[in-house]
């Protein structure tokens, strides 16, 4: 066999097209053709209100600190097992970070002890729908209620991901909070290379997340013919990608639907096989009834760290690359000392535990019977 990368760019063969076609145009800055055809494509398939392609998640969760408003002593409530930018976006603007656990059984927030880190500085939560399985949205805003805070998704990996509430209706990720980001970033399931969107839900953001992502001017109203001059009107920055990052984009979106299918079928395809183990060294990844799956990674939690590190050694002595994942952010060298001090012990556990596994579109479940047959025979 030969050697499986742990992940895999796909390109669905007309991105180059839409490239030509963009720079061909003549307008290769942003917020053109292919910009509006994806924002539009998100917010009628997905039901956000407003959408605004960027040029990461990490810009568009900027953008939801600016839009929150979120100032120097507010207080944010993060998960600790996510990435950087989770945490980083409110940091900059001078928020403390207030960390939260996982669950004991699903890496995300545990909804249930959000309410005890509450404060009268607290100004959001951000929840982050890790491998795009949804947190338990309907606490969420209940407790957002309560106490007049914005949610604010980190769906970085969750595109076309659902969660069924408590009303037995079915949204997507990233349309329940007040705001929510999303990545292109060549890793998740649909790829610009760098990129991704901000998704609005609550109008009252609308206006303001125009002007923040055009630099802090009123240049879409311009452009629309609402105002006849344009100027600088607010803070901001250059959020918005150029039409060549669109244009890539919009040939992975006219493809979405295949690239699930593909990845589903993979990923069933490593549940499956190792449901067939019943190895009790490990667990399976457990997608709560509420949740759907989009398939964005195919992971296992291990005993503990060494049982991990075998497993990851065995696979690399045999070519295949499978990696682990986050460092609890509130023990990392930037926050440790600003955290409180509270122990974390289920986002520990998936620091030294969990382990992803290849998963792309081109891999082969004949690759995938490969990894597990090993697993099973050497036992790691
Ligand atoms: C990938 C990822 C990000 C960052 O996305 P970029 O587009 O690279 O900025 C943020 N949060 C989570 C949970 C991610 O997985």
Known sequence: MKQIGFNKPYLTGKETHYIY??????????NGKYTQKCQLFFEEHYGFKKVLLTTSCTDALEMCAILANIKEGDEVIVPSFT????????????????????????????????????????????????????????????????????????????????????DGIKRALGSIGHLAAFSFHETKNIISGEGGMLAINDNQFIHRAEIIW????????????????????????????????????????????????KRKLLWNHYYQKLSDINFSDFSLPKIPEYASNNAHMFYVVLKDIEQRTALISMLKENEIHAVFHYISLHSSDFYHEKHDGRILENSDKFTNCLVRFPLFYELETTAIDYIINLIKTTGF
């Open 21 to 30: 076609d963009a720079v061909n145009s003549g307008k290769i800055s942003g």
């Open 83 to 166: 990435f950087v930018s989770t945490a980083i976006a409110f940091v900059r603007q001078g928020a403390k970070i207030i960390f939260a656990d996982s669950y004991s059984d699903n890496p995300n927030i545990d909804a249930d002890k959000i309410e005890a880190l509450i404060t009268d500085k607290t100004k959001a939560i951000v929840p982050v729908h890790y491998a795009g399985v949804a947190c338990d949205m309907d606490k969420i805003m209940e407790l957002a209620a309560k106490y007049n805070l914005f949610v604010i998704e980190d769906a970085a990996q969750a595109i076309d991901s659902f969660y069924t509430g408590k």
């Open 214 to 261: 055009e630099k802090g001017t009123n240049r879409a109203e311009f452009f629309r013919g609402e105002v006849n001059k344009y100027g600088w009107v607010d803070t901001g920055s250059s959020f918005l990608p150029s039409e060549i990052i669109a244009a890539f984009l919009w040939a992975q979106i006219e493809n979405l639907e295949d690239i699930q299918q």
